[in-house]
């Protein structure tokens, strides 16, 4: 398996959505001059992979952000998740669930590349009636 490619992943602010799917944000790798790769080469972002929070999580009402750093292969299955900002009863749970995603995978001159990838997923209250 070839190493991922040697980038920098960060995340921005989203407004997500509501309950018990966790949204992801859309991630972005920056250069050093501060400019997203994605629009500065025309890529595409990989799809974005849908996540809940375990019941365990749901029961004692957890809801926060979490910070998931992951390699997207060149065949777009996930692997090496490391929890960057968890959540109780979380962790496992959501790295678990992304490891049997597949998303859309990231090329690099024309080719599937294998990449690091960081997300950021909200979970928020449902709105009150």
Known sequence: MPPAAPVEA?????????????????????????????????????????????????????????????????DGSIHSCCVRKGLPYMDRAIVDQLQSSRVRPLYFQRKPANVEYTWTFRFRPSPSK
């Open 10 to 74: 960060a995340t921005h602010e989203d407004g997500g959505l509501p309950g018990d799917q966790g949204q992801p944000v859309e991630g972005t790798i920056t250069t050093d001059a501060g400019r997203d790769v994605f629009q500065v080469h025309g890529l595409q972002r990989p799809s974005q992979p849908k996540v809940e929070r375990p019941a365990k999580a749901v029961e004692q009402g957890i809801f926060g952000d979490m910070i998931v750093r992951c390699t997207i292969m060149n």
